[in-house]
């Protein structure tokens, strides 16, 4: 007897031949994150890479560079993979291209920023 009272009090089900959803309108969360994740992650993690790939196309001999392993030098030679670097000292080291992390800049790597806070 109770049970009939409580399944009668929660109503009817739904029919199950309903109007189904719009499929865009069901999808439209998943495509507005992708569309953020590309706009905020993947776009800029993209246009590093493509500025880091032509930094490295474009060292040429004399460019102060800092390696992945943390070495700073100037490059005496360029082949292409291999770069022979300066250390000082008459130190001279063959490091791939790809292991270049970045450029150093002429001033040693001081920002202006900084001397102006001196």
């Known amino acids: 007897m109770f049970f ?6 929660m109503g009817q089900a739904p029919a199950a031949g309903g109007q189904p959803g719009n499929p865009l309108m069901t999808f439209m969360p998943l ?3 992708f569309v953020i994740f590309y706009f905020l992650l993947i776009r800029p993690q993209q246009k590093k890479q493509k500025e880091h790939k032509q930094m490295l196309e474009n060292l040429t001999r004399g460019d102060r560079v800092v390696t992945a392993g943390g070495l700073y030098g100037r490059v005496v030679e360029a082949k292409e993979d291999v770069l022979t670097i300066d250390l000082g000292n008459d130190m001279h080291v063959q490091v791939g291209r790809g292991f270049i992390s970045g450029l150093v800049p002429a001033d040693g790597g001081v920002s202006k920023a900084k001397d102006k806070k001196k």
């Open 4 to 9: 009939e009272n409580l399944a009668h009090a």
């Open 31 to 33: 495509i507005l994150m």
